[in-house]
């Protein structure tokens, strides 16, 4: 009896712990969308980190014919090597990518409420063709964390996420040349 009591209360206290957790995690959900929701993006920096990012670079370290090349002309360990590294380096750019595709998702949607319909157009076109880089960004992190993990499959490239950034760069220029009208709709955190 005396045992069935202690597994009992054992029971209990792993609940409660579980329910603490719980709650625990729920208070840093609900605090990180609520912070997300009310801070500003920086329109120059966004258009900075995503200028910034080396798409040709990217393009060669997900380019099958490249691992091919190397596949063919490295031993198996060495290409192991070389492909975990790649995968490392084209994961960094793909989170990037993402990153800087979520703030310019915060850019169109502040220019989709201005009174100029240009802006708004081109906020609208921005914010969807950065929503489907985000979308594309977790999706190859997915792909290229499998290479890593497993480099001897025979990787496919991701030519997707490179049309799609360009297409997102096109978009975002465009509405640059009306950044002056933007440029009032979004700021930057400390303003």
Known sequence: M???ASTLSQALIAAWILVAVAFFALVILVYVAIRNRTRRVDLEKAVQAF????IEAFRNLVDSAEEAF???NLSPKK??????????????????????????A???????????PKI??????VAENAFRLRLQTIGACLHLLTEILWPDLQGRSLPPLVDQYERTAETLF??????SGVHGLVRSKSA
Request: hydrophobic share 45%; proline share 0%; glycine share 8%.
């Open 79 to 104: 290409f192991r090597e070389i492909k975990r590294q790649r995968a490392w380096a084209a994961l960094i750019y793909a989170w990037e990518a993402g990153r800087a595709a979520a703030a310019l």
């Open 70 to 72: 190397l596949r063919n």
């Open 51 to 54: 200028r910034s990012l080396d």
């Open 174 to 179: 465009r509405l640059g040349r009306f950044s």
């Open 2 to 4: 005396e045992q069935g």
């Open 106 to 116: 915060k850019i169109g949607q502040a220019a989709q409420r201005s009174s100029d």
């Open 120 to 125: 708004a157009a081109s906020g609208v076109q």
